[in-house]
T-cell receptor, first 116, second 113 residues
Framework: GAVVSQHPSRVICKSGTSVKIECRSL??????MFWYRQFPKQSLMLMAT?????????EQGVEKDKFLINHASLTLSTLTVTSAHPEDSSFYIC????????????FGPGTRLLVL | DAKTTQPTSMDCAEGRAANLPCNHS???????VYWYRQIHSQGPQYIIH???NNETNEMASLIITEDRKSSTLILPHATLRDTAVYYC??????????????FGQGTTLQVKP
């Protein structure tokens, strides 16, 4: 089946630094990818839609200047958490639908971010 | 997309069938029912989806009531590796499909030996 990878799987950083998370579709092209955030014992919350060749679309309440998204190619989207703070510590997950129509989505394994 | 209601948690004995219910009473005619699951500290995994007919694949069966207001995911022979949070999601297909998945709280299924 389709595979989506994320890198890194785990990252620890100091408060105030920026962290970049990569999401790759390994065996298919994805014009759209999605970024989610999940706090402990909570459900996934959609943050934004990453669009290849255009700006990302952010969900209400998500700061676009803090969570920079770049969809550089048809197989890569990056999420950069800028000036990270302890409250940004979370599990970040990306997903990608292989082609159109976007009925089924495949999720990456997630990236656990800990900001000290 | 229509809202869904699922029990918070369920237990199932290993080897027995696990039946996970989902209510989606406000579902519209062109909305599909999707099931995903998330094993602890991993990304969600697609299980199955359907519109109005019952569906079966290698992982599970999906039973949708005739009025489409509820559905049941069936894992026929649950194993310890099926312990996970199961999410029932209702969403549009076709040109109105943005691809977004909106997750509710899901059902935590604990399979016990």
């Amino acid at each position: 089946g389709a595979v989506v990878s994320q890198h890194p799987s785990r990252v620890i950083c100091k408060s105030g630094t920026s962290v970049k998370i990569e999401c790759r579709s390994l065996d298919f092209q994805a014009t759209t990818m999605f970024w989610y955030r999940q706090f402990p014992k909570q459900s996934l919350m959609l943050m934004a839609t990453s669009n290849e060749g255009s700006k990302a679309t952010y969900e209400q309440g998500v700061e676009k200047d803090k969570f920079l998204i770049n969809h550089a190619s048809l197989t890569l989207s990056t999420l950069t958490v800028t000036s990270a703070h302890p409250e940004d510590s979370s599990f970040y997950i990306c997903s990608a639908p292989p082609g159109l129509p976007r009925e089924t989505q495949y999720f990456g394994p997630g990236t656990r971010l800990l900001v000290l | 997309d229509a809202k869904t209601t699922q029990p918070t948690s369920m237990d199932c004995a290993e080897g027995r069938a696990a039946n996970l219910p989902c209510n989606h009473s406000t579902i519209s005619g062109n909305e599909y029912v999707y099931w995903y699951r998330q094993i602890h500290s991993q990304g969600p995994q697609y299980i199955i989806h359907g519109l109005k007919n019952n569906e079966t694949n290698e992982m599970a069966s999906l039973i949708i009531t005739e009025d489409r207001k509820s559905s049941t995911l069936i894992l026929p022979h649950a194993t310890l590796r099926d312990t996970a949070v199961y999410y029932c999601i209702v969403r549009l297909h076709g040109s109105s499909n943005t691809g977004k998945l909106i997750f509710g709280q899901g059902t935590t299924l604990q399979v016990k030996p």
